[in-house]
Structures are given as C-alpha cells and as structure tokens.
C-alpha cells in the first residue's frame, strides 16, 4: 500500500503535490515545537508559563482585532477572482493590513500603563506582541499567495526554516535572557519579523505604490463582519476551561486541557489539509464545476475520517505521554473531542462558498450562535455532570455550526455541491468507532493495535479508490 501511494504521489499533479508538502510543513511546524517545549517548560518557572498562555490568547485576540484578518478569507477570494493581478492583491491587502496595525498598536502604546494592567503583561511584551502580530501576518500573506499558485517548494523551504528557526532561538534566547519570558516571546518574534521586512518591502517595490488603494475598500468592508465570526471562535474554544474553572476546581481545568490539547492535534492536521485543498475548492465554486469539487472533498474528509480515528486508537498512549498515569481519568473525553474537533472542520469546506459568492455576513451568526449555545449548555450542564459535559456541548455545538453552514450552501447555491452520501457514510463510521472506543480501552493494547491495524488498512483502501483520476462509481447517494 505504501509503495501504491508513493507511485501515486509520482504520477500526481502539481495539486496533489502541493497538498501533500502542505501538510508536511505543517507537521515540521508542530514538530518543532513539541521538541523544543520540554526544554522551554523547564527553563521558565510555572508563573511564566502561565503568562505566556495569557501572551498567546491575546495574541490571537489582536491578530484579528489590529490585522483584521485580512491575510486569510478575503486574500483568498480576490486571489481566487483576480488571478492575474495577484501581486498587487497581496501588496494592496498587505498594506491595509500594516496601516490597521499601526493604527491599532498607537491607540494601545498612547494608553501602554492602563492596557498593561488590563492585560496583565508588561509593556515590554506588548511591544513584542506588536511586532509578532505584524510579522506573522505578513508572512501569511506571501504564503497564501504560494498555496494558490501551488508553489511549494518555495512555500515549504521558507516555512520550515521559520518555524524550526524560531523554535530553537526561543529555547536559545529563553535561557540566555534573564526575563526568561522575555526571551521566549523575543526568540519567537524575531525570525518571522525579519522575513517579513523582506517580503514586504519587496512586494511593494515589484507592484510600485501606484493603485495599491485598489483593494483596500472591498477587502475592509469584506472583512469587518467577519471580525465577530473570529472572536467568537475564539470564545468557543476557550470558553471550556473557564467555565471548568469556576464552576468544578483547577483540577478539572487540569484534566479537560490535557485531553482537549491530544485531540486537538487532529485540528493542526485538519488545517494543513483544508489550506492545501481551499485554493481548488475556491477555484472550482467560481468556475461551477460541482462534480469536480464533490470529487475533490471525498479524499479530505476521509483522510481527516482516518486522522480521527487514529487518534482516538493512541489515545491511551497520548495521555500518558503528555500527563501520566494522573490524567488516565479523562481517557474517555478524548473520543468525544476528537469527534466535535472533526465536525468544526466542516467550517473551512463549507464556507468556501460563502466566502466566494462573497456572502460572509451569514458567517458570524453561526459562529455567535455556536459560541453562544455552548456557554449556556456548559453553565447548565458542568455542575450536574462535571468537567466531562464539556466535551459534549463541544461537540453539539460544532455539529450545529457544520449543519447550518451546509444549509447555508444550499440556499447560496440552490443545489447540493458535496457529496454528502459519502460524507454521512463516512460519519456514521466515525460516530460509531467514537461510541464503542471506551470499550475498545478496556481490551488489551494489542488487540486494540489489531483493530487500529485494520481499520488504517480499510481506509488506506479507501483513500487510493477515491485518489483514481476516474472513479468507477459515484454511489446513489450522492446523486440525491
């Protein structure tokens, strides 16, 4: 099966190609960073650590608030619509981007000593903050341009030396700095910002200042109704371990994270999947050829179908690699996660329509309702079950985000685009390997490796079927 798969990579397209390096360097990323973690763990003192979590929450935060996201979902629809005036889409948008930035980050530093309090971060790593906003942004500019055009080559060299580079510079600066913490935010600053310094200038200079407004009005008015959209996402993954911690103990917290960070490593591979695979996607919605992108979706959900189930199979090894015996105890969550985290996927195919036909404002009603429904289940349900109803409410909550992003497909485009048989056969599997998996623990590891072993054989299988560049048969259902 490997040497079929090799073969087939061989005898691929550029496509294909691109998908599969797309996915590597995302796995060199994580990598990277899972190695290097130990070390950095041990270096900063448990305070620090805990600073740092809050640093990155706000980092996410600003990222949408001082770059208003334009290096994703609108960067991808005026590439997909503009192809031949890309530079200058990239340069336009990149700029917009820089001058919100400024805006934003001038405002932050005027009132630095209230903000600083109100954050609970020193000034000093607010700065920092700024410039790894600016420069993480711009370097997803120029790597979404590459992911379009399938220039992977280019794409996977630079990515891989950001990410490896930054890695071992945090560890390196980290025990050389006496601000620990300072050293860890400054060593994951600095490569991407300089990378940055250099795209962009050389951006601007290929495309000149001449018409770089030209973007500026349809990506600003594109982009800001999508803002409640991303911060609530980000209310729906991290309002768990709040709730938890109110409403059970920090060792509740304790218990649910460790979980929720295992499962959600199929989330990484699912991003990497679903950015190689939106550029096709894109392309094809504009072009209306829905029986190429119904072809095109097959393969992707039943690699993250397979990504799922794997690791729920690992998952008793995963918890005690990260934890130890102690954690154990959220073993049978991890099924449930794993399953919500694969439904919230759906997001990233579903909303390729939406965001082509440039109807983003049905977006954030989704995500609000999603974020809104979890925080009443959570407040309703923790106390009478304990931490463990989070996972579940998870998992409602990312079901009926998916559902009503399909609906709103069908109203956009009045026919079914997806080959929604295939992808509710795939999920009936899902749902019932998630259901037994808790008994499935029970049984001896060796047998539960003779279960994992066959079932990556049937998907394998599977995987290479759907790969054909002619399929022998499309299944009834899918032509409901």
Request: aromatic share 14%.
């Amino acid at each position: 099966m490997i040497k079929k798969l090799l073969q087939k990579y061989r005898d691929s397209d550029v496509i294909f190609k691109a998908s599969v390096w797309f996915v590597v360097v995302t796995v060199i990323n994580n990598a990277a960073s899972l190695i290097t973690q130990p070390f950095v763990n041990r270096i900063l003192s448990v305070e620090e650590v805990g600073i740092y979590g809050v640093y990155l929450t706000w980092n996410s935060i600003f990222t949408i608030l001082a770059t208003f996201n334009l290096c994703t979902g609108p960067l991808e629809v005026l590439i997909t619509k503009h192809r031949d005036d890309s530079e200058r889409v990239v340069a336009s948008l990149s700029s917009i981007s820089s001058l919100i930035w400024a805006i934003f980050f001038a405002v932050i530093f005027i009132f630095i000593k209230p903000v600083s309090l109100l954050l609970g971060l020193k000034p000093i790593y607010i700065l920092v903050l700024a410039l790894t906003v600016w420069g993480d942004a711009i370097v997803i500019f120029w790597s979404v341009k590459k992911r379009f055009f399938y220039k992977y080559q280019q794409f996977s060299v630079l990515m891989a030396s950001v990410f490896v580079t930054k890695s071992i510079l945090s560890v390196i600066l980290a025990y050389f700095f006496e601000d620990k913490l300072l050293g860890r935010t400054v060593g994951m600053c600095i490569p991407p910002l300089c990378v940055a310094i250099i795209l962009f200038v050389s951006n601007l200079k290929n495309v000149g200042l001449k018409g770089l407004t030209k973007y500026w009005k349809r990506a600003f008015f594109f982009a800001l109704p999508l803002i409640p959209h991303y911060l609530a996402t980000i209310l729906l993954s991290s309002s768990d371990k709040i709730m938890i911690q109110h409403l059970v103990n920090d060792e509740a917290v304790g218990l649910y994270s460790l979980a929720y960070t295992l499962s959600g490593l199929a989330l990484i591979i699912f991003g990497a999947l679903n950015s190689a695979y939106t550029p096709t996607a894109y392309e094809l919605i504009r072009q209306k050829n829905y029986e190429e992108l119904s072809k095109k979706t097959k393969p992707i959900i039943l690699i993250e179908v397979a990504i799922s189930i794997a690791l729920m199979f690992m998952a008793p090894e995963g918890i005690y690699i990260l934890g130890g015996e102690k954690y154990m105890i959220s073993l049978p969550i991890v099924p449930v996660l794993v399953l919500g985290i694969f439904f919230s996927s759906f997001y990233s195919i579903f909303s390729s329509v939406e965001f082509i036909y440039e109807k983003n404002k049905v977006i954030f009603p989704i995500t609000i309702l999603g974020a809104g429904l979890n925080i009443i289940l959570n407040y309703i349900l923790i106390p009478i079950i304990g931490y463990e109803a989070a996972a579940y409410t998870t998992l409602i909550c990312y079901l009926i985000i998916a559902l009503c992003h399909y609906l709103a497909t069908l109203w956009i485009l009045r026919r079914n685009a997806y080959p929604m048989g295939t992808i509710c056969l795939y999920l009936a599997v899902l749902v019932l390997t998630a259901g037994v998996m808790p008994l499935i623990y029970k049984v001896h590891f060796l047998i539960r490796y003779a279960i994992a072993i066959a079932t990556a054989a049937v998907c394998g299988i599977l995987l290479l079927r759907s790969l054909k560049k002619k399929p022998t048969a499309e299944g009834i259902a899918d032509k409901v």
